[in-house]
T-cell receptor, first 108, second 113 residues
Framework: GIQVEQSPPDLILQEGANSTLRCNFSDSVNNLQWFHQNPWGQLINLFYIPSGTKQNGRLSATTVATERYSLLYISSSQTTDSGVYFCAVRTSGSRLTFGEGTQLTVNP | DTEVTQTPKHLVMGMTNKKSLKCEQHMGHRAMYWYKQKAKKPPELMFVYSYEKLSINESVPSRFSPECPNSSLLNLHLHALQPEDSALYLC????????????FGPGTRLTVL
């Protein structure tokens, strides 16, 4: 099946810093989603981005499908950005395959 | 409205108990999913329902029994669970199976004693 690798596995930032999270995948995908899982376990949809670039406030994402990677940018990080960020992809089947996640800690 | 709701938020049960988890969405989605998530791991797919019919069972033990009474509701019936079944159980929905964005509920945190 498709392999999804996220990097870095852990990231610690000071409030106000910027960061880039990466997701590499091993095969062509028709769907790609970025999620933020907060400390209470809720998976929050950040972006649905099989290709191209999107922005939502301080967050933006870019997927280069031909090169099989996606990037999530977080600018001016806040303590509420802490949590786990998951990339999930889907190929022609119906299964959403998740990466192992990036654990982000933003310190005040 | 992109909300998926789940009840209860927390559940503690013994190995001989029978309990049910409930999931509801009112987005008109025709695909619904159950996932299991252990600590510090990504969600793992358990079941997929499409148009109220079971489409995928990821070789889940029979002590987990899903049910989709109508297009808005999804249940997961639990019986004779083991302590290793303790996890966060997440429900999700999408417009159609295999396509479109998936939206997740807040989860039920299950502890089996």
């Amino acid at each position: 099946g498709i392999q999804v690798e996220q990097s870095p596995p852990d990231l610690i930032l000071q409030e106000g810093a910027n960061s880039t999270l990466r997701c590499n995948f091993s095969d062509s995908v028709n769907n790609l989603q970025w999620f933020h899982q907060n400390p209470w376990g809720q998976l929050i949809n950040l972006f649905y981005i099989p290709s191209g670039t999107k922005q939502n406030g301080r967050l933006s994402a870019t997927t280069v499908a031909t090169e099989r990677y996606s990037l999530l940018y977080i600018s001016s990080s806040q303590t509420t950005d802490s949590g786990v960020y998951f990339c999930a992809v889907r190929t022609s089947g119906s299964r959403l395959t998740f990466g192992e996640g990036t654990q982000l800690t933003v310190n005040p | 409205d992109t909300e998926v709701t789940q009840t209860p938020k927390h559940l503690v049960m013994g190995m001989t108990n029978k309990k049910s988890l409930k999931c509801e969405q009112h987005m008109g989605h025709r695909a619904m999913y159950w996932y299991k998530q252990k600590a510090k791991k990504p969600p793992e797919l358990m079941f997929v329902y499409s148009y109220e019919k079971l489409s995928i069972n990821e070789s889940v033990p029979s002590r987990f029994s899903p049910e989709c009474p109508n297009s808005s509701l999804l249940n997961l019936h639990l019986h004779a669970l083991q302590p290793e079944d303790s996890a966060l159980y997440l429900c999700a929905s999408s417009q159609l199976q295999g396509y479109n964005e998936q939206f997740f509920g807040p989860g039920t945190r299950l502890t089996v004693l």
